[in-house]
Every structure is written in structure tokens, then in C-alpha cells.
């Protein structure tokens, strides 16, 4: 999974990216424009593999991960088209966004504090963006894509008809993801991977003084961006980073001592799991205990896929157990004996938090 950080100059996002990452990447580079992207693979914190390891003392644990990356955008460059093609690269191909915005007065800012206001420029800039590829788009199909077979012609058709229904929209300063679209329209659209569309975090960046107030910072922020694909955290970037350096110990007194409930990682890494319906389950032995992700919906026979290619194709079953099922046996084999480890077939829809084994034939 990978999750690409934006926001407009000033809002603190390569402060996020280093509370969330541990990292020490210097704040305020990308203000000039001259700064490349920051990078960095982030372990899952889960308590339940933590639990598993112990139980099985295997010789490794795996936890799931996901990328952050850090980009600037200058004003104005994604409805211009000069986004660098490396930086347009890494927001089309983020599988959501992390948009921080900064709710704190700051004496060097140019202007005060708007986070809302910083969160629809931005918005606006990205869908004036994809705007533009419509556009172009929508230009090469009413010329050349009146030519090819019957069939192509009709895919052109259908093409045009949707691209041509989302340009007023887009035209109106709206993102995608506030247009209602349906499975197949979700379907043809895929391939543009319109930045506008992608799920996003807005991550309101707060001050110490502002900490009390953060849970009703989320729950007025999710009321006033009521958008689909989208959800609202509030954190203190500055607190974060300064706790992301410490020692667990350390980090543990410090967090005590200014209230915080958890290190905003883990909860930042749950709320986009859950915004891009994510899960993990988990392979489990003396070898290895090992975080995977699925979708909502997928099935066993994916969940093989996702650990190597070959289970998919040899699968024969799932010897399939739930976490809190398996804990409280102890074992394995209590929990066969308990009737509670279960024999699935392929078509059987995965659930957050079951421990799996994949029988299959390696001859097929």
C-alpha cells in the first residue's frame, strides 16, 4: 500500500511524514520547490502478530507494511501540468492520500490559520487537474475515436458519454470521489487514476494548546468534508515527530504525559486500511508469523494468491481459524480439537484477523 502526503507549503506534511515514518527528513524544502520526494516503507504496528510471535516463538516475524511518501506540489503546477513527472507518478499511483493541513496559527505563516480552506484549494488544484486530461481526452475521442470496429466504436461511445458527464462537474471545482459512479463506470475509469478520485485522509495538524480538543476537531471536520472515500484525523505533527525518535519505554511516559491515547502511526495506519476497506489475516508457525492485506471481500483462494502464486494455483483448502479463537486455545491443536480450526473452500470470503494455512497440490 502506499499512501502519498500532500499539502499546501506551510502545513507541516514532511513533519507528519516523519512522525509517521521515524524519519528526520528536513521540513520546509519543498516550499522552494527544489527538495525530491520523501520515502519510507513503514511496518504495520499489530498487536495480534505481536500476540502470535509469542505463542509460536517463530525464527520470524513479518509484520504488513505500507510506503509513505512526501511530495511537493507548487501552487498552481497540477492544474498547469508542471507537476515534475516523477512527483505526477507517485500521486497517480498512490493508492490513497494523506492530506495534511494546518489548523495552528503560525507567526511566520503568510496567511493565518485555515484548514479547510487550505484542504478545498487543494482539492481544487486536483481537480482542475484531471480536468484538464478529460479535456484531452474527450478531444482525441470525438476525432479518432470515430474510426476502428464496431465493437471499438461502441467502447468509444460509452467512453465519451461518461468523461463528457464528469467534466461540468470537475469544471465546478468538485472531486471525483463526490460524483456518484457506478461498479462498471468505477471499472472504466480505473486506468485514468485521476488524482481527484483517490481516497483521502485529511490529517488537521494541530498545536500542543490544541491536543484537548482534537477528537472534536475529527468529528466537526468529518461533518464539514462529508465526501465519500474520505475520512478526518487530528494529530500534532510536532509532538509525533519528537515521539517518533524516542525508545518504546520513553515513548510510552511521554505519550502518558501529554494524553495521548496511542502514537498517531498505528491510527493513522488503521483509519486508511479502513478507508480503503483493508485487512489483514495471518499465516502463523514455528518458521514464520506473518501479517498479510486483503480487500473486504476477498476470498481464500486470494488470500493463497497474496502468499505466493503457487497456492493459488495448486489451492485444494483453507484450515482456517479466527485470532481471538486461536489464543484462547493456546494451540493449534487445541483448537482443531476444539472444533474451532475450520476447512474452507476457495470460494470462502476472508475475515480480518483469521490465522490461515493453505493446503494445495505444488503438481498442478
Not at 505500507?66 to 507518478?89: F, H
Not at 481544487?124 to 475515436?145: C, F, H, N, P
Not at 474510426?147 to 458527464?165: D, F, I, K, Q, V
Request: aromatic share 6%; hydrophobic share 45%.
Amino acid at each position: 500500500m502506499q499512501v502519498t502526503i500532500i499539502g499546501v507549503p506551510g502545513s507541516g506534511k514532511t513533519t507528519v511524514f516523519n512522525a509517521l515514518t521515524s524519519g528526520s527528513a528536513e521540513t520546509g524544502a519543498f516550499s522552494g520547490g527544489r527538495a525530491a520526494p520523501n520515502l519510507a516503507v513503514v511496518k504495520v504496528p499489530d498487536a495480534r502478530l505481536d500476540a502470535l510471535s509469542a505463542l509460536f516463538k517463530p525464527r520470524k516475524t513479518t509484520p504488513a507494511d505500507v510506503t509513505y511518501v512526501d511530495v511537493g506540489i507548487p501552487a498552481g503546477a497540477a492544474r498547469e501540468g508542471t507537476v515534475a513527472p516523477d512527483v505526477l507518478a507517485l500521486l497517480r499511483n498512490a493508492d490513497a492520500l494523506l492530506h495534511v493541513a494546518r489548523a495552528f496559527d503560525d507567526g511566520g505563516a503568510e496567511r493565518p490559520a485555515d484548514p479547510w480552506r487550505d484542504v478545498d484549494e487543494l482539492d481544487l488544484e486536483l481537480a482542475i487537474a484531471d480536468l484538464v486530461v478529460i479535456q484531452k481526452r474527450l478531444e482525441k475521442l470525438r476525432t479518432s475515436g470515430r474510426h476502428g470496429t464496431p465493437s471499438e466504436r461502441e467502447a468509444n461511445a460509452m467512453e465519451e458519454e461518461l468523461l463528457a458527464r464528469l467534466e461540468p462537474h470537475l469544471a465546478e471545482g468538485h472531486p471525483l470521489r463526490t460524483h456518484v459512479l457506478s461498479d462498471d463506470e468505477e471499472h472504466r475509469l480505473r486506468g485514468y487514476r485521476f488524482l481527484s478520485q483517490k481516497p483521502v485522509l485529511v490529517v488537521l495538524n494541530l498545536d500542543e494548546a490544541q491536543l484537548a480538543n482534537a477528537a472534536a476537531a475529527e468529528e466537526a471536520g468529518r461533518a464539514r468534508y462529508a465526501q465519500s472515500h474520505s475520512d478526518v484525523a487530528a494529530m500534532s505533527a510536532r509532538i509525533e515527530a519528537e515521539i517518533a525518535q524516542l525508545g518504546a519505554d520513553d515513548a510510552a511516559l511521554f505519550l502518558a504525559e501529554m494524553g495521548i491515547a496511542e502514537a498517531s502511526r498505528g491510527r493513522v495506519i488503521r483509519l486508511t486500511y479502513r478507508l480503503l476497506g483493508l485487512f489483514s489475516f495471518f499465516t502463523a508457525g514455528e518458521d514464520e508469523c506473518r501479517a498479510w492485506t486483503l480487500s473486504t471481500g476477498q476470498t481464500a483462494v486470494d488470500a493463497a494468491a497474496a502468499i505466493h502464486s503457487d497456492l493459488a494455483r495448486g489451492f485444494i483448502r483453507a484450515e482456517v481459524v479466527s485470532f481471538d479463537d486461536l489464543l484462547a486455545c493456546g494451540s493449534t491443536a487445541e483448537a482443531r480439537k476444539r472444533g474451532l480450526l475450520r476447512s474452507e473452500g476457495r470460494a470462502y470470503t476472508v475475515r480480518d484477523g483469521d490465522v490461515i494455512e493453505v493446503l494445495f497440490n505444488v503438481a498442478r
